[in-house]
């Protein structure tokens, strides 16, 4: 029998579940991925649904599969926490799904009972939800997504029988998850604050439920989306009596093992069609945040000796780069940015604030520029002939046209090609889903050439709106000086190299960009875990104003070191690249001059 201490974090994003084992030291032990059910409707490309059924079942399977590998015995495990995609869930008040389909079977039980975080349905509802000027708005940025969870349940009540309606309870998915768990419905600070209308300090807004049609929901005591006013809990905090007698049977895991109050994650979905989805995962939002912004760097193989305060997260901005990129940053006062999402009170340490601003479109948009070039078939031909990632063969022929073209360095010879990088519109800071993306500069050449030059043209345009980005958030009051980045494009050194002189600021690349989130919701649970077991009186502390300190300790001791990437632009580089975001602000303003020309034009 093992004595030391175990923590297992499950992560469900768009397309799976897995489960990670992990020790005290936050290293992995045991890890399993499985496969989740998502429905599309062939009809209507705005449909993404999902079933808690199924979930569960899954994140059972991954869990006893990480058990068997590590040959531990439930026992073992200490404490477990979830993160998940921000969809909408729906029950009944025993918990049974009840399904969200348009149809004759809304809201009766049924299995597809998820509306996924992706789900589009929910625009003119959106619409009204943004027209009516709340105090909501101003914590989302202005405006409120409809990917959120009170446009979709604004859906359901327009589209469900008002009794059938009244018997609904709605989560976030990670809520959904702990209430599974522990059969307690208690909702997490980090959900209803960042994704269903929860105001900073004084909770619901009646107002503006009142306004959109939602008024039997404060009229139920909140009942149905979680609790009277401020009856949510931090990350971390235990979440009733821990695991119940039927979900520790079905995770193969001890009755009342700690699960810590969790958080919210990104998953983003590549469209190819309304019938066909590639599921590319990148990983962030509160858990990646928790996962990453408190390691230590090593520069030039040495490793930093200085511990991160609690006061230098602050500083670090948390960024997941995958299909597209999200960007987190904590601050010890609310700081409101147009544009950015927040500031949400307590999402992860309670009394503080956090900011949350994005790219709709970055490994996205790098795959549809090069998948769509004519040279692109050849280019796939060139990787298998030379044994080479394609990145790779792109980044040769860069360099080698570098160098016959006399230019110091590579934004020097794409100087005059210009791309704009918003085919999918704008999330931050200009919060525009109609902006659209541009190329000046063409050429008519069709080849390798032309292609590594767009290739490098569409790297440093999300650089540039990258420190667009940052920019703005410093300009209202943030103190970003470093970047934290995680998810697929983390491996792309090349990239990681011009964010940091695009930015000027040094990057950190996580030792494993994908365990980021499972590592932070291990954290969780291994904080739940030690808050059940301290003394009252320590206890009373973790889950109040020592809360913050205690779980960033827990992230310090658990994070892997990173590497670290400092800038090294050259004088002249430093030049071309602050010619190159000129331009790009410069695009912006041109972009919503001729929109308006051509909307007056159409009077």
Known sequence: MSSESYYIGIDVGTGSARATLVRKDGSVVASSTQDTITWRNPEDHRIFEQSTTDIWDKIATAIKLCLSEAELPSSAVK?????????????????????????????????????????????????????????????????????????????????????????????????????????????????????????????????????????????????????NQGEVLIAGIPVGKGLSKRAAAELGLVEGTPVGSGLIDARVIYFLSPKTTLLITIHLRYSGWLGTVAARYSEGGILSEVLPSLEESRHRLAAVAGTSTCHIVQSPEGIFVDGIWGPFKDPVFRGWWMSE??????????????????FYPNLVELGKEQQKNIHTVLQETLEKLRVENGAETLTELTKDLHLYPDFHGNRSPIADPRMRGSIVGLELDSGLHDLAKKYHATLLSIALQTR???????????????????????????????????????????????????????????????????????????????????????????????????????????KLLEAKYKIFLESIGIQKRWRKEMKDACI
Not at 509 to 522: E, F, H, I, K, Y
């Open 357 to 374: 601003g994005g790219q709709s479109s970055t490994g996205q948009l790098i795959d549809f520029m090069l998948t769509t070039h004519s």
């Open 468 to 574: 667009h980005i940052i920019d703005s958030m410093n300009a209202k009051g943030h103190q970003i000086t470093s970047i934290y980045m995680s998810g697929g494009q983390a491996k792309n050194l090349f990239l990681m190299q011009l964010f940091a002189n695009t930015c000027q600021m040094p990057v950190v690349l996580p030792r494993d960009a994908g365990s980021a989130v499972v590592l932070g919701a291990a954290m969780l649970g291994r904080f739940a875990a030690e808050v059940e077991g301290a003394q009252a009186e320590k206890r009373k502390e973790m889950e109040g104003n020592g809360h913050a300190e205690a779980l960033w300790d827990i992230m310090v001791e658990m994070t892997p070191p990173g590497t670290l990437v400092s800038p090294n632009a050259t004088t002249r580089e430093k």
């Open 79 to 227: 404490g477990l926490g979830f993160d998940a995609t921000c969809s909408l869930a729906v029950t009944n008040f025993d918990g049974q799904p009840v399904t969200v389909t348009k149809g004759d079977d809304i809201g009766k039980t049924g299995e597809r009972n998820v509306i996924l975080w992706a789900d589009h349905r929910a625009e003119k509802e959106a619409d009204l939800v943004n027209g009516t000027g709340s105090v909501v708005l101003d914590y989302v940025g202005g405006t409120m997504s409809l990917e959120m969870d009170i446009p979709k349940v604004l859906w359901l009540k327009n589209h469900m029988d008002p009794t059938l309606f009244s018997q609904c309870q709605f989560f976030d998915l990670p809520d959904f998850l702990t209430y599974r768990a522990t059969k307690d419905s208690t909702r997490s600070c980090c959900s209803v604050t960042c994704k269903c209308s929860f105001v900073p300090k004084s909770g619901w807004e009646p107002s503006f439920f009142q306004k959109i049609g939602l008024e039997k929901l404060i009229e139920r005591e909140c009942k149905q989306i979680g609790a």
